[in-house]
Each structure stands twice: as C-alpha cells, then as structure tokens.
C-alpha cells in the first residue's frame, strides 16, 4: 500500500459518482456492483463531527482494517476485491485514496451492528448497573467496571440515523430483524472474529475490551464481512499493562478528544469546538501507536 501522509478532511472526486458521506467515511460507485470506501481524517464525537481532521487517521484505519481482514480471512469472505484505488480514479484524484481507500464488492448490509464484548465497559456497564443484564443477557451478580466477563458475549445494536445513537437491542430483537437463522450465524461469526482477533491482540500488549463488526449478504443471502475491522474507531483498545478493574482503563482511541470536549461549555450538539493542536497531536499518535504494535 503507497504510504500517504497528506491529511483530508473531505474527498472530492469528479470520476466517479457520489453516493454517501459519513462520519469518517465517503462512498463512491465503481460501476455497478463496487465501491470506493475513502477513510477521511474525520473524527465524531458525541455522534458530532468535529471540525479538525486527525491526521494519519485515514490511513491508520485502512491499513488496519486491510490486515484484519487478511488475518482472520479464513473465518468469513469479506468484501475486499483487491483493486488498487488509485486505478479507478483520474490521475489528479490519486492523492485523495492513495493510502486511505479501498475497492470493495457492494453487498446489501444488515439492519444490525454486529457488537461483541468481553468486557464490561461503555453502555455495557450503564445497562448493567440498572439492570444486572447487558442486552437482556444476565450476568453475575458484583462484577466491576472493566471487569473480564465470564464469557464473550454477542449484544447487537440497531442502525441509527446519521446523528443519534445506535440503541442496544436483545438478540430476540436482532432475530425479528434479520431473521433466526441469519441472527445465529451472525453472532457465532461475530464471537469468532473477536475471540482470535483478542487472543492475537494480547500477545502484543492490547486488550480488545469490545468490538462492533458490520456484515452483508450476497446475491444468494451468504454472510459477508464488510466495513472496517478491528479498528480503533470500532473497538475498544486497551494497553494491557495498565489494566485494571474499577475504573474506565486509558483506551488508543478519540477519548483523548472527549475527554477535552467534557471540560468545554460545549451542548454536544453541532457545531462542535475547534480542537486544539496538542488534541489533535496526541489523538493521531495513539492512533499510530495501536497501529504499530498489532501490525508490526
């Protein structure tokens, strides 16, 4: 993959029709049956996007997306075709994917976010504190926050509108949703995937706390794993180290910015704050960091 240090906030391609901007990524059509996925150097927070891109963070979420998918390749197909983005696009619109884009199959995407946890953290601990449940899933009695849960546990989520958030549901509400079958399989691949990719993750100092993976299915209704994988903007990345229950561990993702915006006088709601340089800095290089010890 050509390295690309450049930063962009925004793609703007004329060769090929726009289809959708998200909160990191930008679509466009390759023809008929692909895309071209673009990870920009967007970053959300609070379901806001901010007004500074994160540099490198384009870059790192491809080229950790791109080595998941090979790692665990033998698990689930995936959607990656292997064409060069830089061949679907004019010759001045090479810097804006080199890098930080890849081809990918279009397959139709399920109406479920596909969240796997192995700790009790996030919106797993509020629902816990309440309910002694996660997701309608019972857990023992006295476990801390961050604690190791007895076992991994599947807690899919709905598909929210740009801007709100996605809500936890119960699997008996995935299954209304995507249907029994799909539902099952879906939820053991989603635990495979997790559990070889956090056994892997240990060996170089990072727990995987949890995780969301996004699936398709193809023309004959065949699972597909589509999206990016394992990446700091879908999971929860902790050093090892430092773990310890009781308290929410220092994680390699934006928290760095959402803890910063917690002291702003800011109502999380558009526009957000201009992020300072030292935010952006220190955001981009634990980004880097958590790149570097899993891939290296």
Request: hydrophobic letters at 40%.
């Amino acid at each position: 993959m050509t390295p690309n240090h450049s930063t962009l906030y925004e793609s703007n391609l004329k060769s090929l029709k726009f289809l959708h901007r998200g909160k990191v990524r930008d679509l466009y059509a390759v023809g008929e049956d692909r895309l071209l996925v673009i990870q920009t150097d967007r970053l959300s927070a609070f379901d806001v996007i901010m007004p500074d891109p994160v540099p490198e963070k384009g870059r790192v979420l491809t080229e950790m997306s791109f080595f998941w998918f090979r790692k665990l390749g033998h698990i689930i197909a995936n959607h990656l075709t292997g064409v060069a983005p830089e061949s679907v696009v004019a010759p001045d619109e090479r810097e804006q994917v080199a890098g930080r884009a890849m081809v990918v199959r279009r397959f139709k995407p399920l109406l479920i976010e596909a969240v796997v946890r192995g700790y009790l953290i996030g919106s797993g601990w509020k629902d816990y504190q309440k309910t002694g449940t996660v997701c309608g899933i019972k857990l023992p009695a006295g476990l801390k926050e961050a604690e190791k849960l007895p076992e991994v546990i599947f807690t899919p989520a709905t598909k929210a509108p740009a801007g709100q958030h996605d809500e936890n549901i119960s699997f008996a509400e995935a299954e209304k949703i995507v249907g029994a079958a799909l539902a099952a399989k879906v939820r053991a691949v989603a635990i495979r995937l997790y559990s070889e990719a956090a056994a892997y993750a240990r060996t170089r100092g990072i727990i995987i706390a949890d995780t969301k993976f996004e699936f398709g299915t193809d023309t004959e209704g065949g699972l597909v794993l589509i999206d990016e994988v394992l990446t700091p903007d879908s999971s929860r990345f902790w050093p090892a180290a430092g773990y310890r229950t009781g308290i929410s561990p220092p994680s390699y993702d934006k928290q760095i910015v959402r803890d910063w915006l917690e002291t702003q006088p800011w109502n999380k709601q558009r526009p957000a704050p201009k992020l300072p340089p030292d935010v952006l800095k220190k955001t981009s290089e634990k980004y880097q960091e958590v790149l570097q010890l899993l891939t290296q």
